[in-house]
T-cell receptor
Framework: EADIYQTPRYLVIGTGKKITLECSQT?????MYWYQQDPGMELHLIHY???????EKGDLSSESTVSRIRTEHFPLTLESARPSHTSQYLC??????????????FGEGSRLTVL | AQSVSQHNHHVILSEAASLELGCNYS??????LFWYVQYPGQHLQLLLK??????LVKGIKGFEAEFIKSKFSFNLRKPSVQWSDTAEYFC????????????FGGGTRVLVKP
């Protein structure tokens, strides 16, 4: 069972509000990721981190930002939410071990609705 | 653009039927291949993976997948499905050509009728 947690699971919020989606893992993984998934669509990588104080943009451009001050936490922030940000956000982590390259452990997701 | 393609978006079948989900990728060179599954209301979890060796990989719950390098394919199979196999299935590829970041296909939603 993966030990990666996301909060909130569901969030409905008005346009212009600032939101932070929390993600934490207890597996000691250095690598963490945020994916965005719209219904019926593929997962798109929006941010990743390979360790503390390391963050990178993913393949899909996103107005969100992330931080990695501690190994176990990788929060995602939207400064001013808009309806176009409505989506499901999935956090994941992975080990550095070579034999696990590419194997991700996922949280249960945060479903964001912006009105 | 390089990508991962899953040919079927939705599959509906009856219990005991056989299942095969197609996955093709366009990356050259070394690849690691995965199938992830998301059961209703649950998080994505690994079903099986291929790194090297025997191209026929066996995973959990009776699933298997075959890597055919010449066809750039990694199709998922199960000889006899159960109602509990109702889920969304995602193929994913980790390729050096893509900076070793995992790229997902669009997913296939499978509904098994009891």
């Amino acid at each position: 069972e993966a030990d990666i947690y996301q909060t909130p699971r569901y969030l409905v919020i008005g346009t212009g509000k600032k939101i932070t989606l929390e993600c934490s893992q207890t597996m000691g993984h250095d690598k963490m990721y945020w994916y965005q998934q719209d219904p019926g669509m593929e997962l798109h990588l929006i941010h990743y981190s390979y360790g503390v104080n390391s963050t990178e943009k993913g393949d899909l451009s996103s107005e969100s930002t992330v931080s990695r001050i501690r190994t176990e936490h990788f929060p995602l922030t939207l400064e001013s939410a808009r309806p176009s940000h409505t989506s499901q956000y999935l956090c994941a982590s992975s080990s550095d071990r070579v034999e696990n390259t590419g194997e991700l452990f996922f949280g249960e997701g945060s479903r964001l609705t912006v009105l | 653009a390089q990508s991962v393609s899953q040919h079927n978006h939705h599959v509906i079948l009856s219990e005991a039927a056989s299942l095969e989900l197609g996955c093709n990728y366009s990356y050259g060179g070394t690849v690691n291949l995965f199938w992830y599954v998301q059961y209703p209301g649950q998080h994505l979890q690994l079903l099986l993976k291929y790194f090297s060796g025997d191209p026929l990989v066996k995973g959990i719950k009776g699933f298997e997948a075959e890597f055919i390098k010449s066809k750039f394919s990694f199709n998922l199979r199960k000889p006899s499905v159960q109602w509990s196999d109702t889920a969304e299935y995602f193929c994913a590829v980790n390729a050096r050509a893509a900076g070793n970041k995992l790229t997902f296909g669009g997913g296939t939603r499978v509904l098994v009728k009891p």
